[in-house]
């Protein structure tokens, strides 16, 4: 696939599962909302904590975020029909914004794609993820 109907595909999931990494060099795993932004020096992905119900506010994907920035996000398709499988990973940088232009632009993205942000409050921390390698496979 193009660079260009990769990220296309990857932008057009629901969801997407985040890994980060923990102190100890383990991963972990969650699935989140996000949006997908191109600018001009490439492409920027953001997710935000929003007031869903959570057992911590203390959530582990931002202290690791904190500990060590390197992520990905995984989106995959399956069917039946394993023709048509596929999946996309975008790899990155993040960081986690608790306030200014970033979570502004975040909140925004996140509130056109998801009607849910009309009923749900995006409360929390922004966290935008600068895109350095894309990885992809289709059946």
Known sequence: MAEFEVIEQFA?????????LGPDGAPHLVPVV????RGTDGVTIYTAVDAKRKSTQKLRRLANI??????SLLADHYDDDWSQLWWVRADGRATTH???DEMATGY??????YRQYERIALDGPVVTIEVTR??????
């Open 12 to 20: 057009g999931t629901p969801t997407v599962v985040l890994a980060t």
């Open 34 to 37: 996000f949006a997908v932004h």
């Open 66 to 71: 904190e500990h060590d920035p390197r992520v």
């Open 98 to 100: 608790y306030s200014g």
């Open 108 to 113: 925004a993205l996140l509130r056109a794609k």
């Open 134 to 139: 894309w990885s992809s496979w289709q059946a």
